[in-house]
């Protein structure tokens, strides 16, 4: 073990953390970052769900020696030695972890449904890692460690149940909390911290908690682990060989975000159809809704003309496909949310239906799903 030590120390790694010191937390939160991106795919398979679950347990261990070592837990034990590593290796975790969610959020293509969550993740992805002294606040350490926590949970559990609801999203806030709670008062048991105001600790961890569940239930954040992976407006629809074969017009080059184009060009007597392909964990099963809506000028409020549903199953790595359709449409804005059963939304495809016997649709292609 010693020859270990000695051999370690005396490593051109060592050297350039000692050399590198002051930039050593963020090359670790990146490096994790890197390291999913990778290395991760989707959060139902083995691999994914094993990195995950290891990110998740290293991280609560790390945290409970780091924190101890701050009243001096570890001295003369082997485990001084390492102290100083103890930060990289949170950063490293919180990295991990964080990524590993931005990354499973970008899996969905409708943007107005994961941006808020999307900027809270960035933001923890980078609060902590400029000084060293920021990974030693208790409030900031504790925060972000609830909410990657809450993050883990409700990806994790409907994988594991092979079920998502409403219900089960409580359940998860709830074993998070809790779990949370038990970490932070097993700490403060053992720590002579002044500092360690616990009260405080447990109230920033409930406005989280609050915070996750509004933004969940107003809409703010998708039902996670389902995403959006494709939404088009398209012409026409068929299925050959079990391929969705889909007819849409696109955009100008430059909107390299968006595969259809908004103005759709509607030629009366014709079918208007909205293509999606949903991304779900193996052996969930779900009822999924388009909700059509047209914007009423007259009012200035969206009237919801129809809702028409079909089932999914997850496990297709390109998500399960389905798509409706109506005709007689009226002229001006629509927008087709994509919603559960529970009224969740998934996603949603905005388009502007044009009415102009001149018009014809431009850049027409097909594309198999």
């Known amino acids: 073990m010693k020859r270990i ?3 370690y120390r005396n490593s051109t790694f060592n050297r350039f953390i000692q050399k590198h010191e002051k930039y050593a937390l963020l090359i670790f939160f990146i490096g994790g970052f ?13 691999y994914d769900l094993i990195v995950l ?7 609560t261990i790390t945290l409970y020696l ?13 485990l001084e030695r390492y102290e100083k590593y103890f930060p990289l290796a949170i950063q490293f975790f919180f990295g991990g972890l964080s990524s590993a969610f931005v990354l499973y959020f970008l899996k969905s293509v409708s943007l107005s449904k994961t941006l808020s969550f999307f900027i809270i993740l960035v933001a923890l992805f980078i609060a902590n890692e400029f000084l060293k002294k920021r990974i030693s606040n208790l409030y900031l350490q504790f925060s972000v460690y609830f909410f990657v926590s809450f993050t883990f949970f409700t990806f994790i559990t409907p994988v594991f149940i092979k079920e998502m609801n409403t219900t089960i999203f409580i359940f998860s806030g709830l074993a998070s909390l809790v779990f949370t709670l038990v970490f932070i ?10 500092e360690f105001r616990i009260g405080k600790i447990i109230g920033i961890v409930f406005v989280i908690y609050t915070t996750i569940n509004l933004f969940y239930f107003f809409n703010l954040i998708p039902p996670v682990p389902l995403a959006l992976s494709s939404g088009i407006v398209s012409h026409n629809i068929k299925v050959e060989n079990n391929n969705y074969v889909v007819t849409y017009e696109t955009d100008e080059w430059n909107v390299f975000w968006r595969e259809h184009r908004l103005k759709y060009i509607y030629i009366p007597g014709e079918n208007v159809y909205v293509f999606t392909s949903i991304f779900a964990p193996t052996d969930i099963k779900k009822s999924i809704f388009h909700r059509w809506k047209w914007y009423n000028n007259g009012s200035n409020k969206w009237e919801t003309v129809e809702d028409l549903g079909y089932n ?6 390109a998500g399960y496909r389905g ?7 009226k002229q001006g804005l629509w927008k087709v949310e994509v919603i559960t059963e529970e009224e969740l939304v998934v996603g949603i495809i905005d388009f502007e239906i044009i009415i102009n016997s001149s018009l014809r649709p431009m850049r027409l292609v097909y594309k198999k799903f």
């Open 5 to 7: 030590l000695v051999k």
């Open 185 to 194: 008062i097993v700490i403060y048991s053992k720590s002579t911290r002044k």
């Open 53 to 59: 679950c290891l990110y998740m347990s290293l991280l």
């Open 34 to 46: 890197i390291f999913d991106s990778l290395t991760l795919g989707r959060v139902d398979r083995l």
């Open 66 to 78: 780091y924190n101890l070592a701050e009243d001096g837990k570890w001295k003369d034990t082997f």
């Open 323 to 329: 798509y409706t359709f109506k005709n007689n449409v």
């Open 312 to 317: 999914i199953t997850g496990g297709r790595d």
